[in-house]
Nanobody, 120 residues
């Protein structure tokens, strides 16, 4: 079992930056594909950025390409720059699943989320 805990969310003005972190307990995440997902009120959850266990493959949603960067070591990070009000959502860390340059899905473990609010 992998327990994931997100941190780093908060309130930021449009154009600002935030860095989210995801740490794990119970088991190491080193062998897992990892990802960041988000869900805004009234919308479906969507994959934002994902990274393979080997770091060789990354996926980015079209809406965040060039603004967000995912990285990992013993934790997983999401560097978010040039934030927009439409980036406002609960952001979830997830482990397992499939990661290619085109898809990120079927994650098996989820954190409880951290709220990111971007004011205009």
């Amino acid at each position: 079992q992998v327990q994931l805990v997100e941190s780093g969310g908060g309130l930021v003005q449009a154009g600002g930056s935030l860095r989210l972190s995801c740490t794990a307990s119970g088991r190491t995440i080193s062998g897992y594909n990892m990802g960041w997902f988000r869900q805004a009120p009234g919308k479906e959850r969507e994959a934002v950025a994902c990274i393979s266990w080997s770091r060789s493959v990354t996926y980015y949603a079209a809406s965040v390409k060039g603004r967000f960067t995912i990285s990992r070591d013993n934790a997983v990070y999401l560097e978010m720059n040039s934030l927009k009000p439409e980036d406002t959502a609960n952001y979830y860390c997830a482990a397992g699943g499939v990661v290619t340059t085109q898809i990120c899905s079927a994650m098996g473990y989820w954190g409880k989320g951290t709220l990111v609010t971007v004011s205009s």
